[in-house]
């Protein structure tokens, strides 16, 4: 996302009211808990539909089921991330999720001559989420694989990995 040009920074927003509402809805963990990354939700998928998500999640919530906010405010929603999720030198930077993850990969399969590419989005806390892969790769494979961080991207904050012996393991 960043080679595209996703990452701005933080204070290049403004963020309204309604960010500086909607934010304090969030555990402070999560990357739209912040007045800028959440104004960048709003900027990037629209101040009606992030509020009528953040309502039909709440609802949902109170009747035990997770994730509607996430499904409902659209990809960028789970997407971005905030100053704490970057890494340097772009650390003060809110980063939006990468523009079409599927052509990058089937480009980065061209570029390396490597057997497949895949755009992912993994943290320590057990999410894996495939946003692209290229022809060959299953994604729930690559998604299994990534589980459980085996790359370290935590503090690490690694970018780019190697998955060795994919195709031997298929």
Not at 105 to 115: K, W, Y
Request: hydrophobic share 40%; net charge positive; with cysteine.
């Amino acid at each position: 996302a960043i080679t595209q040009g996703g990452a701005k920074r933080s204070e290049d927003f403004k963020p309204g009211l309604l960010a500086k509402v909607l934010c304090r809805l969030f555990p402070s963990k999560g990357s739209i808990s912040g007045w800028h990354s959440m104004q960048a939700l709003i900027d990037a998928e629209g101040g009606m539909r992030v509020l009528i998500a953040v309502i039909c999640g709440f609802a949902a919530k109170c009747v035990g089921v997770s994730g509607v906010f996430y499904r409902m405010a659209g990809e960028q929603a789970r997407l971005i991330d905030d100053v704490t999720g970057t890494m340097p030198p772009y650390d003060k930077h809110i980063v939006y999720g990468p523009h079409n993850p599927s052509k990058v990969a089937e480009e980065i399969t061209r570029g390396t001559g490597a057997f497949g590419a895949a755009v992912a989005d993994v943290n320590d806390l057990k999410r894996s989420c495939v946003l692209g892969v290229s022809k060959g790769v299953n994604a729930d494979e690559v998604a299994q694989i990534l589980i459980d961080n085996p790359f370290g991207n935590g503090s690490q904050k690694t970018p780019v990995v190697v998955i060795k012996n994919y195709r031997r393991a298929r």
